[in-house]
Nanobody, 119 residues
Framework: QVQLVESGGGLVQPGGSLRLSCAAS????????MGWYRQAPGEQRELVAR???????NYGDSVKGRFTISRDNAKNTVYLQMNSLTPEDTAVYYC?????????????WGQGTQVTVSS
């Protein structure tokens, strides 16, 4: 059973930084794209950033230049460094990963970690 376990969320002041981590476990197969999405109250879930196993990245427009995604393939772990945080970044952040096993695609979600930006 694949599990994605997020950590690193919390309360931070505007202008501050946080680093999220997401460790994937329970699979003998590698993960292709791993990434982060977020959902604020009353809003739809949106892409924050994602990264392929080869290191290609893409970001949501609202976080470009402030957030950086990276991954450690050996540890099946993806990170999100968030800088210059604003109250608009407040949301539950979800880790996402996909893989193909036997030509069948699978997609997984973590439970989410709360990020609150407030003074």
């Amino acid at each position: 059973q694949v599990q994605l376990v997020e950590s690193g969320g919390g309360l931070v002041q505007p202008g501050g930084s946080l680093r999220l981590s997401c460790a994937a476990s329970g699979s003998a197969f590698s993960f292709n794209t791993m990434g982060w999405y977020r959902q604020a109250p009353g809003e739809q879930r949106e892409l924050v950033a994602r990264i392929t196993s080869g290191g290609r990245t893409n970001y949501g427009d609202s976080v470009k230049g402030r957030f950086t995604i990276s991954r450690d393939n050996a540890k099946n772990t993806v990170y999100l460094q968030m800088n210059s945080l604003t109250p608009e970044d407040t949301a539950v952040y979800y880790c996402n990963a996909d893989q193909i096993v036997g030509f069948i695609p699978y997609n997984y979600w973590g439970q989410g970690t709360q990020v609150t930006v407030s003074s």
